[in-house]
């Protein structure tokens, strides 16, 4: 049980900025929905810095606490708070926090307010690591053993942030299929937007024409030796610079009666935006095999951009994004978001200083935040410390097979390590931190009503099992060091 006097320390705590909103001690195992939880502290707080500034963040902290504490990363605008990814942290002991970004109120107060971009990409991640670490630190009267980061999308842009920004906040650091180009993938989305639905409403693709383009792009790839026989998804879907033409050229042939028009639209969107202007690539294509998935082609389709809010934040409340100039109202975009909410320098030294170890993994058939970014930052990396043997001891990139965002699609739904110890992302982490066990490998695997239906071996970029790959259309160096 806790004492009443913790609880009084707790609940009186003076940080800057900030003050507790809410504070419990559940013991009766549920939680609202949630049921057979042990005893745990409940603990919510606002930070606030300036005007339109409320960042949310909450901490579960057990009774029976084993040492660690894990930050969580949050996902697409954010904007609340999930009891639910806390349930199995607290079960192992472990305390947790997630922030909600500062944007609960919506996009409104971001419109126009660098403070509120400054919340939302590394001021609310940053402070639920510091802000917590000290509440840890009162809860149980010592510092945690070891500190974990684990978030994907908006999460894994989060943990990259921290990685580059806040170096010593984190031990190990798990970044899953990372927004973190950000600006330039909200520019991508936009650019899928505009050439797949037209200012008048209409759409160039029906619900029951998406799923033929994913076919006949499974087909396609299949016969190009793409993974491996009776594969119903795509592992890579790159093979060769003209990849893009050859693909549509095939799909004309399955598809006799898509228009030229719905063809031109699909290549837009294959290649990738493009500045008018100069030509640069501004961030790579879908990659095709993922128009049925979630921010895919129907997704794009929709009256508004997906995760359109940066653009409103920047251009006003009733922006719609069909007059967004691709090279003059870019550089605008970019000079107000870039330095607040990308991630791309690759210069970690600092993280690697301190023992920091990071592992990051995309899935090929993502259509929301497509791989090739990713897999161009581990190049980058790579490229600062002279090579995959010179940066395998801090830091691996893996690619799952078939794989939507993050988890479902078509190919791998299940992800673990070397072995059974290793089951989920934090055992990983841990055994690499800890005890120097390095993934020299991961487990793809796929069951359906818990049946196996296959499972392969994974390993990291730039070994010699999973070489650079210099055919990939990917973002700009011009764009990448937009600061």
């Not at 300036?50 to 697409?76: C, K, M, Q, R």
């Not at 830091?395 to 059974?420: E, K, Q, T, V």
């Amino acid at each position: 049980m806790i004492a009443q006097e913790v609880f009084e320390v707790l609940k009186n705590a003076q940080i800057p900025n900030t003050e507790i909103i809410e504070i419990s001690h559940e013991t009766s195992g549920t939680y609202k929905h949630l049921k057979d939880l042990p005893p745990f502290v409940r603990i919510v707080w606002k930070s606030s810095f300036g005007e339109g500034s409320e960042i949310y963040t909450e901490i579960w902290l057990p009774d029976d606490w084993h040492g660690l504490f894990v930050a969580l990363g949050n996902g697409g605008m954010a904007g609340s708070l999930l009891p639910d990814v806390h349930v199995g942290y607290v079960r192992r002991g472990i305390a947790s926090v997630l922030t909600d970004m500062g944007t609960s109120g919506g996009y409104k107060r971001g419109v126009g307010n660098p403070v509120v971009w400054k919340d939302f990409m590394w001021r609310s991640t940053h402070l639920m690591s510091e802000i917590g670490k000290q509440i840890v630190e009162l809860r149980y009267g010592k510092a945690p053993e070891h500190s974990y980061y684990v978030g994907g999308s908006t999460g894994g842009n989060q943990g990259l942030s921290m990685v580059q920004k806040f170096p010593y906040d984190f031990d190990g650091v798990i970044v899953g299929v990372p927004a973190s180009n950000r600006v330039f993938l909200h520019t991508y989305m936009l650019w899928n937007h505009n050439h797949l639905r037209k200012p008048d409403g209409r759409v160039m693709f029906t619900p029951e024409e998406v799923p033929l383009i994913t076919d006949a792009a499974t087909k396609f790839f299949q016969l190009k030796g793409d993974g491996e026989q009776g594969d119903n998804f795509i592992s890579y879907p790159y093979c060769g610079k003209d990849t893009v033409s050859e693909f549509l050229d095939f799909l004309k042939q399955e598809q006799p009666g898509f228009t030229e028009e719905q063809i031109e639209a699909l290549r837009a969107v294959y290649e990738g935006p493009k500045d008018p202007v100069t030509g640069r690539q501004i961030y790579n294509g879908m990659p095709i095999g993922s128009e049925i998935y979630a921010c895919g082609i129907l997704d794009h389709q929709k009256e508004e951009a997906p995760f359109f809010d940066p653009f409103k934040w920047v251009f006003g409340s009733d922006y719609t994004g069909y007059e967004f100039d691709f090279h003059d109202d870019l550089e605008k975009f970019s000079d107000c978001l870039s330095g607040e909410l990308n991630a791309n320098d690759p210069d970690i030294s600092e993280f690697i200083s301190h023992g920091g170890k990071l592992i990051e993994f995309s899935a090929s058939s993502d259509p929301c935040v497509p791989y090739p970014d990713a897999m161009r930052y581990c190049e980058r990396v790579q490229e600062k410390f002279g090579g995959y043997e010179k940066t395998k001891d801090f830091y691996r990139w893996f690619l799952f097979p078939g794989m939507d965002h993050g988890n479902g699609g078509r190919g791998a739904n299940s992800i673990r390590g070397i072995d059974l110890k290793d089951g989920d992302w934090l055992d990983m982490i841990r055994r690499w931190c800890e005890d120097g066990k390095a993934p020299e490998y991961l487990t793809a695997a796929r069951y359906e009503n818990n049946e196996l239906k296959f499972e392969r071996r994974i390993y990291p970029y730039g070994s010699e099992k999973f070489p650079i790959q210099d055919h990939v259309p990917t973002c700009d160096e011009y764009y990448l060091l937009k600061k």
